[in-house]
C-alpha cells in the first residue's frame, strides 16, 4: 500500500477532526477543518485509501504545507 500524506493548504487551528484512522475516505472526502481568520477550510484528499494516522488535535496550531494527516492508499 502507499502511504499518502495529506497537507494543509493554510496556516491556522485545527477546528474539528472529521474522520479517525480506520476509516476508508474517498477522493474529495474532508479529513479535518481548519479555521484561518474566522473562515473554516476543509482539508480534503485526492485520492481515496484508509486513514492511518491523523497527526494533529483539535485546538492545535497548524502551518501551511504541515503534514496533518497519513492513508493507505
Known amino acids: 500500500m502507499a502511504r499518502i500524506e495529506i497537507k494543509s493548504e493554510i496556516t491556522g ?3 474539528k477532526l472529521v474522520s479517525k484512522p480506520g476509516d476508508r475516505v474517498a477522493s ?3 479529513l479535518i477543518i481548519v479555521e484561518s481568520m474566522k473562515m473554516e477550510i476543509p482539508v480534503i484528499t485526492e485520492d481515496a485509501g484508509t486513514v492511518k494516522e491523523i497527526l494533529v488535535k483539535e ?3 497548524v502551518a501551511e504545507g504541515q503534514v496533518v494527516a ?4
Open 13 to 15: 487551528t485545527v477546528w
Open 28 to 30: 474529495g472526502d474532508t
Open 59 to 61: 485546538k492545535e496550531p
Open 70 to 73: 497519513v492513508l493507505d492508499g
